[in-house]
């Protein structure tokens, strides 16, 4: 019994000492300085400042998909998209500006303004993928095939918060938090028809709730030809991310469970019903706050430490989205906010439909920032890249590339970013693997299965999976590394 205690209560004796000692341990290391309990002098102004630091940091963070979105609205405007009256259509490609868009499939994107009355989103039969997102990109309902209607086509209604009247019968109805809605459609260029596919984008219809006995539709407005910048890019790295986001916390209704992060923001001079006016000191920590929050999201971007973001075990390859089967990165501990960092700072919009990792899913996203040996892919090398064939994807595939500081498609005078399987891919043999090329120059040969890149900037890429199968997920197929090439 003694050689049980003894071990028993010296262990106890060691936590109690540590457990009296760790504060003196605490306050040597401490920065500020205190005197009989009280703060120094010289340490009140420091202690201030880091705590309004701190506080700005982690709101800058949570609530950098709110400023995200409104550079989506605010990129519309610009384009003459007003909000309820119009709506863009694009086969998108490098002159349009927005964290990871892609050229696979064509975009229709418009801002709702739900305040006054629902609106409708009118769908006809088709390969039509759609959502909508509220202002702080939280999901609100899917279209099309990941959808209710499962791409049988059908009318969708969006109410907003303060909407008190019924439902109408023969609507799939979503409530927004929000006034503001990112709606947001993607046609699939079904056997590589990319006209077809914005036609379709013409076809859908979107008027207000009232008007249902004899819709006026919103106009379309091919915007393929427009350049367009739909990024906070901008903003989030000065002054113009708070006052941009002072004026959304004005102009929208609180979400109650953001409650504690509105709280936050009061504390750095962000308050409904308030005019924001920092004074110098607070300007600067702000400034400070949104370029350190902004780049410590890069690094949950394209340097994360978590080792389930690994598609395969021997590979670079990474999930974009860490938590599967989710809209809002929520798990059994709570919000995953490394998962969200991450996503927000190269994406936009969620869904539980782009997170499944699943056989039927409608589509994967891979995330490629490194070369096989470790190293980040350089604009002013040249890479090649193996994909085995075939691919396990009912629909299509593609690869393309981004531009590291803009998260947008690398522009050059090439004007292009992808290589897709419905387009320059579509003649590759069922077997074997294809070589991709990336880099400054092409390659001798390969000219049709290059993308160019720029010397002196980085890029990522991501792999596309569209309708993926089985050997998708269950390791039998994954593609290479991405390899130096002289």
């Known amino acids: 019994m003694r050689s049980i205690c003894r071990p028993l209560l010296l262990t106890g004796a060691i936590l109690w000492l540590g457990a009296i000692q760790a504060p003196a341990i605490a306050a040597e290391a401490s920065p500020y300085k205190f005197s009989k309990g009280y703060p120094a002098a010289e340490a009140i102004t420091k202690a201030r400042d880091d705590a309004d630091l701190q506080r700005a940091i982690t709101a800058y963070r949570f609530w950098y998909p709110t400023v995200s979105v409104e550079g989506i609205f605010n990129g519309n405007r610009q384009a003459g998209l007003k909000d309820n009256e119009a709506v863009g259509a694009a086969a998108a490609g490098p002159r ?25 989103i009118e769908l006809p039969p088709g390969g039509y993928i759609g959502l909508a997102n509220d202002h702080n990109q939280s999901w609100i309902l899917d279209m099309g095939i990941p959808g209710p209607d499962g791409g049988k086509g059908g009318k969708h209604l969006i109410a907003g918060p303060d909407y008190k009247g019924a439902i109408p019968d023969g609507y799939f109805a979503g409530h927004s938090a929000t006034n503001k809605v990112l709606m947001a459609v993607r046609a699939l260029p079904v056997g590589g028809d990319q006209q077809k596919a914005l036609d379709a984008l013409h076809a859908i219809k979107i008027y207000p709730l009232s008007t249902a006995a004899d819709p ?5 407005v091919d915007t393929t030809n ?16 708070w006052e941009v986001l002072d004026r959304v916390i004005q102009e929208e209704p609180q979400v109650a ?88 700072a190269q994406a936009i919009v969620t869904s539980p439909a782009m997170f499944r990792r699943s056989a039927g899913a409608g589509s994967l996203y891979w995330l490629g920032v490194r070369d096989r ?21 009912k629909l299509f595939w593609s690869v393309t590339a981004y531009d590291a500081q803009t998260r947008s498609e690398v522009q050059t005078d090439q004007n292009k970013a992808a290589l897709r399987s419905l387009f320059e891919l579509k003649d590759v043999k069922p077997s074997g693997s294809v070589d991709l090329y990336f880099g400054p120059k092409a390659p001798k040969n390969s000219e049709g299965r290059w993308i160019k ?15 993926p199968d089985g050997p998708a997920f269950e390791g039998s197929w994954k593609p290479a590394d991405f390899e130096q090439v002289k």
Do not use: C, H
């Open 257 to 344: 469970k953001f409650e504690p992060m509105y709280g936050l923001l009061a504390t750095v001079g962000i308050e409904k019903g308030k005019t924001f006016k920092p004074d110098a000191r607070m300007k600067a920590i702000l400034e400070r706050a949104a370029r350190q929050g902004r780049d410590q999201m890069l690094v949950s971007a394209f340097d994360s430490n978590r080792p389930d973001r690994f598609a395969w075990p021997d590979r670079k390859w990474e999930w974009v989205g860490l938590v599967p089967d989710t809209a809002q990165f929520e798990t059994t501990a709570g919000i995953d906010l490394e998962a969200r960092d991450r996503w927000f």
């Open 373 to 393: 040996k470790g190293a980040y892919l350089d604009g002013g090398k040249t890479y090649k890249l193996s994909i085995p064939q075939p691919v396990p994807a």
């Open 96 to 120: 349009q500006v927005g964290f990871t868009l892609n050229s696979d499939t064509p975009y229709g994107s418009a801002t709702l303004d739900v305040a006054k009355e629902p609106m409708v």
């Open 226 to 241: 427009t350049d367009m910048d739909s990024t906070s890019l901008a903003w989030e790295d000065n002054i113009k991310f």
């Open 453 to 467: 890149t720029v010397p002196g900037r980085g890029w990522f890429a991501y792999i596309r999976i569209y309708g």
């Open 216 to 220: 006026k539709p919103m106009k379309i």
